[in-house]
């Protein structure tokens, strides 16, 4: 009796098949969405076969830093899926957009002259594509200037995600009805 026992079905991952004992040789064509294989199974024994389909990434990135005061230093961390051998970052001053393969470009540090609020794109690219992650109004650099001993309450220093909370005063009436809504949210929302 043959068998297919798929390990990892998976479009980002290799696809392996275990083919166990048969009695003839078989041709597996099986389609998944968008992946194709093709094994090719063999008289009495075991084999494994291994199809490598290859994807465009997916970019993802992170900081270390997303606010400060000028110079600010960020050290950028690659988070894409999809096995990416280039990259390309774009910082949203005005500085050269940078390209490469090795680990410089991968993880890269930049340093943020200017008061300002940025915008950061990563390009992350394989063989089979590219992908582009953007951040809007990402990196906030303050001037020196600005510097105030309450700049310093209710901000963060490290990359936090915003959640959303509020209140309000009445949750039931009738109408004509005014509610006063009070915004509880943390990781301070820009939007």
């Known amino acids: 009796m043959s068998k297919i026992i798929p390990k990892k079905v998976n479009k ?11 009695t003839a040789p078989l041709l597996f064509i099986i389609i998944f969405s968008s992946i194709v294989l093709i094994a090719v199974a063999q008289i ?14 997916d970019a993802e990135f992170s900081a270390d830093v997303i606010w400060g005061y ?13 096995n990416p051998t280039e990259w390309k ?3 949203g001053d005005g500085s050269p957009i940078i390209d490469g393969t090795t680990s ?19 390009t992350a690219i394989n063989s089979a594509g590219r992908n582009t992650e953007i951040k809007p109004h990402y990196i906030t650099v303050k001037s020196p200037e600005e510097i105030d001993d309450s700049d310093y309450s209710g901000f963060q220093t490290s990359e936090e995600e915003p959640d959303a909370e509020f209140s309000a005063d009445i949750t039931s009436g009738y109408a004509p009805l005014t509610v006063k809504f009070t915004d509880e949210s943390t990781g301070h929302p820009t939007e």
């Open 70 to 82: 000028a110079p600010l230093t960020v050290k950028f961390t690659d988070e894409s899926t999809g």
């Open 12 to 22: 980002r991952d290799r696809l392996d098949l275990i083919i166990s004992t048969l």
């Open 104 to 122: 410089d470009y991968q993880n890269p540090t930049h340093t943020y002259e200017k008061a300002g609020v940025y915008e950061v794109k990563e």
């Open 44 to 57: 009495d024994g075991v084999e494994e076969y291994t199809t490598d389909t290859e994807y465009a990434p």
């Open 89 to 91: 970052w774009n910082f």
